[in-house]
């Protein structure tokens, strides 16, 4: 059969054949007119494209009784019908997802996401052992008796003896906690599943509950086994202090935690091991017997610590002949494990620098200026006048420094520029670990934090804005000296700051006070400051030569240390009333 084609033809041409009469029939679309000619015309099929309105084409159409049909497309409704199908399709999708993946209790397991995340090393194969452990002894003695239960925990059962269900390992950043729990399994050869207590919270409400679940599942399969959780104080904070109230998502993590440690079912053979630095804000149940019924303190180190901590991280550290390691320990006090590991790596980082083939003592001496000033800033150009501003400035800080007690040798005096803001610095190494502040002690260095800017005073007869964080420091231990230590012998001992633990709680710092208190508050520590700048402003005035001379010598080194500098601090004169004032004076 023949199939019949159309023409195209311009719709000016199709509207001057319906004007002839020559057009028979006529379909429109919404984008196309197909016509037929009448048979006199030869009956030929055309189409063209609709131009202009459609109402005056259909009048000229019955004007000239053409035969016309209007046809709809349906195309943009189909298009939205299958769009709509495929947006309900969606979404009863992601429904079904969703009743799969809760329950009537929250989250399940389903699509892993209830599936905990532990990190496990099976058999104790963590790397670590007690052997890679310094500057923490009493920690690893209370941590033995875990080792001990789990390898040989038939001799505990028989006595009747219970080993502690959670240790809880408790100090500041960077002492070694996480490197202890390893140490732990590496002894005792048992699977170590391991997990941050930030892993543990979502969005979706009861993912940490199902993970905390999982968690135990895995180790009682495991048994005997151990569980770290790192940072605990990320699910462990003390219930009832969400301010939008109701249970969220932390909280129950925690009572899931809280069931799984000392619930219904027993957990014989697993052992829960937490570390947090942050002990005051965990929650009362978290902390007492048949959870975590022993807490360990890993503290910063004392000197010997900080000797083997330094031995253990020298050792692939090619190290020069004129290196002491206790030298280093002892100009250290305050470094945690941490920050010996980065020292002992940034000397070498500087050795590397210099060229050198070991490291040597003076590399880690500008280790330690550098991890406590920071990087030295050669480019930061100071005018002429800053330039004795700082140098006069330090000076003071040294003059003042070596006349107090406890404040430790001052063994360095730069005025090049370090870290962010310091323009210059005075170091004073300790002689030794203290762990008390006397009185007359912290009087002296009220007075040694003021040297700085009463140099300033009796040179320039004007101050700079350079002794601002010296000036923070002054008023935060003066205020401190009558707040928190008691040494106010008007206000007598009380405690007028509150604990870290009330504060997380969301109350002020300050307790309930009365104004007149407040007021005697603010007047004592605005005495004793003004008493400590009197001091370092006389014995700097007793001492003006020294201070003069001193600082020319440090313009032209820009670095004062060694015998040089000792030389100098030696002829410092103290005035007749420093000892008076140290001893007696009224806070």
């Known amino acids: 059969m023949k ?14 054949q319906v ?19 009448k048979r006199e015309f030869g009956s030929q099929r055309y189409y063209t494209e609709p131009s202009g309105q459609i109402e005056e084409l259909y009048r000229l159409l019955q004007s000239h009784n053409v035969e016309f049909t209007t046809i709809a497309d349906n195309s943009a409704n189909a298009a939205g019908i299958i769009g709509l199908l495929l947006s309900t399709g969606m979404l009863m999708g992601a429904f079904a997802w969703l009743l799969k993946f809760t329950n009537a209790g929250g989250v399940s397991i389903g699509m892993g996401m209830g599936k905990s995340n532990a990190r496990v090393y099976s058999r104790g194969k963590t790397g670590t052992t007690f052997a890679d452990v310094a500057g923490a002894d009493e920690a690893k003695q209370e941590l033995q008796e875990v080792v001990d239960f789990l390898s040989n925990g038939e001799k505990y059962r028989k006595i009747g003896a219970k080993i502690p269900k959670g240790v809880l390992l408790v100090g500041p950043p960077g002492t070694g906690k996480t490197l202890l729990a390893k140490a732990v399994a590496g002894e005792a050869g048992v699977p170590f599943l391991s997990m941050s207590g930030s892993e543990f919270v979502e969005v979706f409400v009861g993912v940490g509950a199902s993970r905390v679940r999982d968690l135990f599942n895995q ?30 998502e932390r909280e129950q993590t925690l009572n899931q935690l809280l ?21 005051e804000i965990l ?16 503290d910063r180190p004392d000197k010997s610590g900080r000797l083997e901590i330094l031995r253990v991280h020298a050792r692939p550290v090619s190290l020069g002949k004129d290196v002491d390691l206790e030298a280093i320990a002892a100009q250290t006090p305050g470094f945690a494990g941490a920050d010996l590991a980065n020292l002992v790596n940034e000397a070498a980082l500087i ?15 500008e280790a330690i ?12 150009i100071l005018t002429p006048l800053e330039r004795q501003t700082v140098a006069y400035h330090e000076v003071g800080h040294a003059l003042v420094g070596v006349l107090m007690p406890g404040g430790g040798k001052v063994s360095k005096i730069s005025i090049v520029p370090r870290g962010l803001g310091a323009l210059g610095y005075t170091l004073q190494m300790p002689e030794g670990d203290r762990f008390l502040l006397l009185e007359d002690e912290l009087r002296g260095q009220l007075a040694t934090l003021l040297g700085g800017r009463s140099a300033e005073e009796i040179i320039f007869g004007k101050v700079s804005s350079g002794a601002s964080d010296d000036i923070q420091k002054a008023t935060d231990l003066a205020e401190c000296a009558v707040t928190q230590y008691g040494m106010s012998n008007t206000l007598g001992p009380i405690a007028f ?4 633990a009330q504060l997380l709680q969301g109350s002020s710092s300050r307790r309930s006070i009365s104004a007149e208190v407040a007021a005697e508050i603010d007047r004592q520590v605005k005495q004793n400051i003004d008493k400590a700048h009197d001091m370092a402003l006389e014995i700097l005035q007793l001492n003006r030569d020294l201070l003069e001379s001193t600082t020319q010598v440090l313009l032209e080194k820009e670095v004062l240390e060694g015998d040089e500098l000792q030389q100098r601090l030696a002829q410092v004169q103290a005035p007749v009333g420093l000892n008076t004032w140290l001893m007696k004076a009224q806070w």
Request: glycine share 6%; charged share 30%.
């Open 19 to 37: 004007k002839s009469s020559q057009v028979q029939r006529v379909t429109i679309k919404r984008d196309r007119i197909e016509y037929t000619l």
């Open 283 to 298: 929650d009362p149940a978290l902390l007492r017997p048949g959870r975590f019924d022993r807490q360990v303190l890993v």
């Open 497 to 500: 700051e509150k604990n870290s």
């Open 3 to 16: 199939t019949e084609t159309s023409s195209q033809s311009a719709y000016s041409k199709f509207i001057e």
């Open 219 to 248: 180790a009682k399969r495991q048994a005997p086994c151990i569980i770290f959780i790192d940072e605990l104080d990320a699910i462990g904070k003390t219930r009832g202090n969400n301010p939008i109230g109701g249970n969220d």
């Open 369 to 380: 200026e550098r991890v406590i000033a920071g990087l030295e800033k050669r480019s930061r």
């Open 351 to 365: 050795a590397v620098r210099k060229n050198h083939q070991t490291v040597l003592m003076a590399d880690f001496k």
């Open 259 to 279: 069931t799984e440690m000392d619930g219904f079912d027993g957990n014989n053979g697993v052992i829960v091991i937490a570390a947090t630095n942050r002990p």
